[in-house]
């Protein structure tokens, strides 16, 4: 089975923080930080968690900020 990565996005117009919780439902959600809101900052998160074939999945609160975030994820 692969491993998954769970992460959750508080995207505003500038900045998105990032939480991450590896494995199951049991996993310990931890702040991973915050980066600004560029096309260029996202590809290089989803590449440092993708690592050795993880499965991602995001989360986020829908909004007028997240419609390109939606589209490049």
């Known amino acids: 089975m692969q491993d ?6 508080d995207v505003h117009k500038a900045t998105i923080s990032i939480a991450v919780a590896q494995g199951e439902r049991r ?15 996202i590809r290089k998160l989803v590449e440092k968690l993708a690592v050795d074939g993880r499965r991602l999945h ?3 609160e829908a909004g007028p900020c997240g419609y390109g975030l939606y589209r490049q994820l």
């Open 4 to 9: 998954s990565t769970f992460i959750g996005l």
């Open 27 to 41: 996993g310990e959600v931890r702040h991973w930080g915050k980066v600004p809101h560029r096309a260029d900052h």
């Open 58 to 60: 995001f989360c986020y």
